[in-house]
């Protein structure tokens, strides 16, 4: 498990080659996150729990204007 904490504004991209081999899952524990995954995207406010498709590019944003604070779990496959 890995907690982040992304800045307001802050878009960051995610290869899907670097989850290749993991399955994911994501908990809002603050704030709002939009999560794009492929050609979808998904709104995640706090307390909101998603789980990873197949692996594709994938973008965290935080459109808020305070930080947005997540929970990561990853298992390798």
């Given at each position: 498990?890995?907690?982040?904490?992304?800045?307001a504004q802050v878009?960051?991209?995610?290869?899907?080659?670097?989850?290749?081999?993991?399955?994911?899952?994501?908990?809002?524990?603050?704030?709002?996150?939009?999560?794009?995954?492929?050609?979808?995207?998904?709104?995640?406010?706090?307390?909101?729990?998603?789980?990873?498709?197949?692996?594709?590019?994938?973008?965290?944003?935080?459109?808020?204007?305070d930080p947005c604070?997540?929970?990561?779990?990853?298992?390798?496959?």
């Amino acid at each position: 498990m890995l907690e982040v904490v992304l800045p307001a504004q802050v878009r960051i991209p995610y290869p899907a080659t670097a989850f290749a081999f993991q399955h994911q899952q994501i908990w809002v524990r603050q704030g709002t996150l939009i999560f794009e995954e492929g050609s979808q995207a998904h709104r995640l406010e706090t307390g909101d729990c998603l789980q990873l498709g197949p692996p594709t590019d994938c973008t965290f944003f935080n459109p808020g204007s305070d930080p947005c604070v997540y929970v990561v779990a990853l298992v390798r496959r």
